[in-house]
Protein backbone atom coordinates (compact mmCIF):
# COMPACT_ATOMS: atom_id res chain seq x y z
CA UNK A 1 0.00 0.00 0.00
CA UNK A 2 1.34 3.58 -1.15
CA UNK A 3 1.20 6.03 2.08
CA UNK A 4 0.48 9.24 0.98
CA UNK A 5 0.66 12.52 2.89
CA UNK A 6 -2.64 13.85 2.66
CA UNK A 7 -5.51 12.40 5.04
CA UNK A 8 -7.57 9.89 3.73
CA UNK A 9 -8.77 6.21 4.96
CA UNK A 10 -8.79 2.29 3.51
CA UNK A 11 -8.64 -0.80 4.42
CA UNK A 12 -5.50 -2.52 5.55
CA UNK A 13 -3.98 -4.99 7.19
CA UNK A 14 -1.89 -3.78 10.00
CA UNK A 15 1.26 -6.04 12.12
CA UNK A 16 3.32 -5.46 14.23
CA UNK A 17 6.56 -7.34 14.42
CA UNK A 18 9.59 -6.97 17.52
CA UNK A 19 12.17 -8.44 18.72
CA UNK A 20 11.44 -10.31 22.29
CA UNK A 21 14.55 -10.04 23.80
CA UNK A 22 16.48 -6.88 22.42
CA UNK A 23 16.32 -4.95 25.97
CA UNK A 24 17.82 -7.31 27.52
CA UNK A 25 20.87 -7.63 24.83
CA UNK A 26 21.71 -3.77 25.21
CA UNK A 27 21.30 -4.04 29.32
CA UNK A 28 23.90 -7.39 29.51
CA UNK A 29 25.77 -6.94 26.28
CA UNK A 30 26.09 -3.52 25.41
CA UNK A 31 23.90 -0.76 23.06
CA UNK A 32 26.41 -1.78 20.22
CA UNK A 33 25.35 -5.64 20.29
CA UNK A 34 21.66 -4.38 20.29
CA UNK A 35 21.87 -2.24 17.20
CA UNK A 36 23.72 -5.04 15.22
CA UNK A 37 20.87 -7.33 15.54
CA UNK A 38 18.19 -4.60 14.98
CA UNK A 39 19.92 -3.57 11.94
CA UNK A 40 19.97 -7.63 10.86
CA UNK A 41 16.47 -7.47 11.58
CA UNK A 42 15.38 -4.33 9.59
CA UNK A 43 17.10 -6.06 6.45
CA UNK A 44 15.27 -9.10 6.81
CA UNK A 45 11.82 -7.64 6.99
CA UNK A 46 12.93 -5.19 4.25
CA UNK A 47 13.30 -8.16 2.28
CA UNK A 48 10.33 -10.17 3.24
CA UNK A 49 7.70 -7.39 2.68
CA UNK A 50 9.02 -6.46 -0.74
CA UNK A 51 6.46 -6.44 -3.35
CA UNK A 52 3.62 -6.52 -0.48
CA UNK A 53 3.36 -3.81 1.77
CA UNK A 54 5.07 -1.18 3.54
CA UNK A 55 7.21 -0.23 6.69
CA UNK A 56 5.09 2.52 8.08
CA UNK A 57 7.83 3.25 10.68
CA UNK A 58 10.40 1.51 13.46
CA UNK A 59 9.55 2.09 17.26
CA UNK A 60 12.65 0.90 18.29
CA UNK A 61 12.96 -2.41 17.79
CA UNK A 62 9.29 -3.20 16.57
CA UNK A 63 8.31 -2.68 13.06
CA UNK A 64 5.11 -1.28 12.27
CA UNK A 65 3.51 -2.83 8.93
CA UNK A 66 0.63 -2.24 6.62
CA UNK A 67 -0.54 -4.15 3.90
CA UNK A 68 -3.59 -3.56 1.33
CA UNK A 69 -4.87 -7.23 2.42
CA UNK A 70 -4.39 -9.96 4.56
CA UNK A 71 -3.04 -12.39 2.39
CA UNK A 72 -0.40 -9.90 1.45
CA UNK A 73 0.57 -9.56 5.16
CA UNK A 74 0.69 -13.48 6.03
CA UNK A 75 2.51 -14.44 2.24
CA UNK A 76 5.32 -11.43 4.13
CA UNK A 77 5.30 -12.55 7.81
CA UNK A 78 5.22 -16.57 6.12
CA UNK A 79 8.69 -15.51 4.32
CA UNK A 80 10.49 -13.51 7.75
CA UNK A 81 9.45 -15.36 10.73
CA UNK A 82 11.32 -18.37 9.41
CA UNK A 83 13.94 -15.76 8.17
CA UNK A 84 14.39 -14.76 11.74
CA UNK A 85 14.55 -17.91 13.09
CA UNK A 86 17.03 -19.04 10.64
CA UNK A 87 19.75 -16.60 11.93
CA UNK A 88 20.96 -17.64 15.79
CA UNK A 89 21.99 -14.51 16.78
CA UNK A 90 18.14 -13.24 16.48
CA UNK A 91 16.18 -13.31 19.38
CA UNK A 92 12.95 -14.82 18.79
CA UNK A 93 10.04 -12.29 17.37
CA UNK A 94 6.56 -11.21 18.56
CA UNK A 95 3.92 -10.45 16.15
CA UNK A 96 0.76 -9.27 16.00
CA UNK A 97 -1.67 -8.73 13.06
CA UNK A 98 -4.85 -7.36 12.71
CA UNK A 99 -7.10 -6.54 9.41
CA UNK A 100 -9.84 -3.19 9.24
CA UNK A 101 -9.75 0.38 8.35
CA UNK A 102 -7.10 2.53 8.86
CA UNK A 103 -6.58 6.64 8.66
CA UNK A 104 -3.40 7.96 6.50
CA UNK A 105 -2.17 11.05 7.22
CA UNK A 106 1.47 12.37 6.30
CA UNK A 107 2.92 8.86 5.67
CA UNK A 108 1.37 7.16 8.62
CA UNK A 109 -1.82 5.57 9.93
CA UNK A 110 -3.68 5.24 12.33
CA UNK A 111 -7.17 4.55 13.77
CA UNK A 112 -8.44 1.54 15.84
CA UNK A 113 -7.20 -1.08 13.68
CA UNK A 114 -3.77 -0.11 14.46
CA UNK A 115 -4.67 0.34 18.24
CA UNK A 116 -5.81 -3.33 18.55
CA UNK A 117 -2.94 -4.77 15.98
CA UNK A 118 -0.35 -3.22 18.70
CA UNK A 119 -2.25 -5.11 21.64
CA UNK A 120 -2.23 -8.00 20.29
CA UNK A 121 1.43 -7.93 19.46
CA UNK A 122 2.07 -7.04 23.09
CA UNK A 123 0.38 -10.32 24.31
CA UNK A 124 2.23 -12.74 22.25
CA UNK A 125 4.76 -14.88 23.46
CA UNK A 126 8.32 -15.33 22.18
CA UNK A 127 8.46 -16.90 19.01
CA UNK A 128 4.43 -16.37 18.87
CA UNK A 129 2.12 -15.09 15.59
CA UNK A 130 -1.20 -13.52 17.55
CA UNK A 131 -3.66 -13.05 14.58
CA UNK A 132 -7.99 -11.34 15.07
CA UNK A 133 -10.86 -13.78 13.76
CA UNK A 134 -10.45 -12.15 10.38
CA UNK A 135 -7.08 -12.55 9.59
CA UNK A 136 -7.27 -16.45 10.77
CA UNK A 137 -10.01 -17.05 8.58
CA UNK A 138 -7.76 -15.65 5.68
CA UNK A 139 -5.24 -17.26 6.98
CA UNK A 140 -7.23 -21.01 7.17
CA UNK A 141 -8.58 -20.20 3.67
CA UNK A 142 -4.63 -19.90 2.46
CA UNK A 143 -4.20 -23.44 4.01
CA UNK A 144 -2.05 -21.57 7.80
CA UNK A 145 -2.71 -23.73 10.45
CA UNK A 146 -4.01 -21.94 13.38
CA UNK A 147 -5.19 -22.72 17.17
CA UNK A 148 -7.79 -20.21 18.64
CA UNK A 149 -7.42 -19.13 21.99
CA UNK A 150 -10.85 -17.68 22.33
CA UNK A 151 -11.73 -14.02 23.38
CA UNK A 152 -9.36 -11.80 25.15
CA UNK A 153 -9.22 -8.25 26.71
CA UNK A 154 -6.75 -6.00 25.38
CA UNK A 155 -5.49 -2.69 27.11
CA UNK A 156 -7.92 0.61 26.20
CA UNK A 157 -9.89 -1.76 23.53
CA UNK A 158 -13.96 -1.59 24.69
CA UNK A 159 -14.84 -5.35 23.36
CA UNK A 160 -12.78 -8.61 23.78
CA UNK A 161 -11.22 -9.89 20.40
CA UNK A 162 -10.63 -13.61 19.57
CA UNK A 163 -7.63 -14.33 18.70
CA UNK A 164 -5.75 -17.24 17.22
CA UNK A 165 -2.19 -18.43 16.74
CA UNK A 166 -1.02 -18.83 13.31
CA UNK A 167 1.82 -21.35 12.17
CA UNK A 168 4.19 -19.35 10.27
CA UNK A 169 7.11 -21.50 11.31
CA UNK A 170 7.86 -24.36 13.81
CA UNK A 171 6.75 -24.50 16.59
CA UNK A 172 8.71 -23.32 19.71
CA UNK A 173 9.53 -25.34 22.72
CA UNK A 174 9.53 -22.91 26.18
CA UNK A 175 12.42 -25.13 27.24
CA UNK A 176 14.95 -24.08 24.33
CA UNK A 177 14.09 -20.40 24.94
CA UNK A 178 16.46 -18.47 27.16
CA UNK A 179 14.07 -16.52 29.43
CA UNK A 180 16.84 -13.52 29.19
CA UNK A 181 17.43 -12.65 25.62
CA UNK A 182 15.11 -14.69 23.82
CA UNK A 183 17.47 -16.62 21.47
CA UNK A 184 16.44 -19.95 20.67
CA UNK A 185 18.26 -23.24 21.05
CA UNK A 186 20.54 -23.95 18.18
CA UNK A 187 19.36 -27.42 18.20
CA UNK A 188 16.76 -29.12 20.12
CA UNK A 189 19.55 -31.55 21.35
CA UNK A 190 21.42 -28.96 23.09
CA UNK A 191 22.81 -30.46 26.47
CA UNK A 192 21.68 -28.39 29.54
CA UNK A 193 23.80 -28.34 32.76
CA UNK A 194 20.77 -28.42 34.97
CA UNK A 195 16.78 -28.96 34.57
CA UNK A 196 16.17 -25.30 34.66
CA UNK A 197 16.04 -23.18 31.45
CA UNK A 198 18.51 -23.60 28.71
CA UNK A 199 20.76 -19.97 28.06
CA UNK A 200 22.86 -18.65 25.34
CA UNK A 201 25.75 -17.71 27.81
CA UNK A 202 27.01 -17.55 31.28
CA UNK A 203 26.09 -13.69 31.21
CA UNK A 204 22.43 -14.36 31.15
CA UNK A 205 22.15 -17.12 33.22
CA UNK A 206 23.52 -15.30 36.04
CA UNK A 207 21.17 -12.51 35.04
CA UNK A 208 18.41 -15.00 35.54
CA UNK A 209 19.81 -15.95 38.95
CA UNK A 210 20.05 -12.72 39.84
CA UNK A 211 16.39 -12.03 39.25
CA UNK A 212 14.41 -14.89 37.86
CA UNK A 213 11.39 -12.48 38.30
CA UNK A 214 11.99 -9.98 36.21
CA UNK A 215 12.48 -12.03 33.24
CA UNK A 216 9.72 -14.54 33.81
CA UNK A 217 7.29 -11.66 33.81
CA UNK A 218 8.03 -10.66 30.25
CA UNK A 219 5.88 -14.12 29.52
CA UNK A 220 2.82 -13.32 27.40
CA UNK A 221 -0.35 -14.54 28.85
CA UNK A 222 -1.75 -15.78 26.21
CA UNK A 223 -0.91 -19.25 26.07
CA UNK A 224 0.44 -21.03 22.95
Known amino acids: ?52 GEVVKWIGDEAMLSFPDATKALVALGRLIPSCRAVPEIPLTRTGI ?16 VNIASRIAAMAAA ?9 AE ?51 AFSRTDAGPWFCSDRCREAFRASPATYLATSASVPG
Open 127 to 135: GQVLASQPV
Open 1 to 52: MQLVATEGSSSAAVAFVDLAGSSAIADLFGDAAALKIIDQFADLVRSAIEGQ
Open 138 to 188: IAGALGISSRKLGAVGLRSVAEPVTLHTLDLSEEVDPVWVDPVCKMLAPYA
Open 98 to 113: HLGSVMQRNGDIFGST
